[in-house]
């Protein structure tokens, strides 16, 4: 049965860093493209990032380039989201993700309706 769990959500200022986990269970790392949506109120479920081990590659939105950063430990099943320079407009719920291992996953990799299994997700909140 697979299973995603979040945690490191908080409360931080502008500028801030948090790192987010995700604890999956049910299936290897190696095997599925894990990621991380986030939905603010009022606003629509966006991509975020996205690590596929099997392909060796990292993504992210545009919005987070340069700021955020995925990694995967495969012994622990977990994965990671790294978040610097935090602004408020990264207030969010943020959910872990996980689908079918699938070729050309880059073209993919935003489509919410991709991924299978999601998490119960983590609040997020940047704010003086």
Do not use: H
């Amino acid at each position: 049965q697979v299973q995603l769990v979040e945690s490191g959500g908080g409360l931080v200022q502008p500028g801030g860093s948090l790192t987010l986990s995700c604890v999956v269970s049910g299936f290897r790392l190696a095997n599925r493209p894990v990621g991380w949506f986030r939905q603010a109120p009022g606003k629509e479920r966006e991509a975020v990032s996205c690590i596929s081990r099997s392909a060796g590659s990292t993504y992210y939105a545009d919005s987070v380039k340069g700021r955020f950063t995925i990694s995967g430990e495969n012994l622990k099943n977990t994965v990671y989201l790294q978040m610097n320079g935090l602004k408020p407009e990264d207030t969010a719920v943020y959910y872990c993700v996980t689908a079918p291992r699938t070729a050309t996953w880059g073209a993919f990799w935003k489509d919410s309706t991709r991924y299978d299994y999601w998490g119960q997700g983590t609040q997020v909140t940047v704010s003086s």
